[in-house]
C-alpha cells in the first residue's frame, strides 16, 4: 500500500513533489494500479522501488533536492538498480553535463542536456516520435509526445544510449542501465508506456528487494 516503509512484492513508486507536475504523474500511475508516494524528504524513499522525477523548473528543483538533502539517497536508489524515471527537467537533473553553465546534480546519465532548447511556453508543441523498446529484444514503436520548455540531450556518452529522436535527429531520450532521462511530458499526451517500465521493474526490483 502506499503508506508503506517496507519494500515487498509489492512495489511503491515515488513521485519527487518538490515542484513541478508531480500530480499528473501520480494520476498516471494510478490508472496503471501501480501505489505511489510523494517523495519530499530523505526518508520518503524509504521503501521505494521505483522513481520518477516530473518536469518542471529544474534550476528551482536543484536548489531544492540539495537544500532537502536528497542528492545521496536518490544516487543509493539508482545503485541500488531501481528504475528511475525522468521526464523534461527530471531528465535535465540526471545529465551529468548541462549546456547552458547549470550546475549537474545526479549526474546518473551520461549525456549533456541543453535547457529550454524547443523555446518557451508559447513554443510549446505535440508529435509522434519513434521510441525504442525498453524491453530486452523490443523493437521501436510510435509515441505521442508532448514538448513544454523542453530540454535537447546535445550529446550521450558511451555509457548511454540514445532511445527516441525527433525526425530532425535531435535527440530526447537516453537511457543509462535503469535510468531513462526524456524531455517530452508522456502524463500529458496520455501516454502510459513509460510508466508501465518503471511499474514492471520496481515489481522486478522488490522482489529482489
Known sequence: MAGA???SAAPVIGVMAVQ?????????LASIGASTREVRLPEDLEGVSGLILPGGESTAMRKLYERWNLVA???ALAAS????????AGAILLA???????????????MEVQRNAFGRQLESFETTLTMQSLKPGGGAT??????IRAPEIVRVGPAATVIAQL?????????????????FHPEIAGETRLHRWVFE???QHARRG
Do not use: M, W, Y
Not at 553535463?97 to 547549470?102: F, S
Not at 510510435?142 to 514538448?147: D, G, Y
Open 81 to 88: 538498480g531501481a528504475p528511475i524515471l525522468g521526464t523534461c
Open 5 to 7: 516503509k517496507r519494500r
Open 20 to 28: 513541478g507536475d508531480f500530480r499528473e504523474h501520480l494520476d498516471t
Open 96 to 110: 551529468n553535463k548541462i549546456t547552458d553553465g547549470d550546475t549537474p546534480v545526479l549526474s546518473l546519465i551520461d
Open 142 to 147: 510510435p509515441l505521442r509526445a508532448v514538448f
Open 201 to 203: 521493474q520496481a515489481a
Open 73 to 75: 539517497p536518490i544516487k
Open 167 to 183: 525526425p530532425d535527429g535531435k535527440i530526447v531520450a537516453a537511457r543509462q542501465g535503469n535510468v531513462v532521462g526524456i524531455s
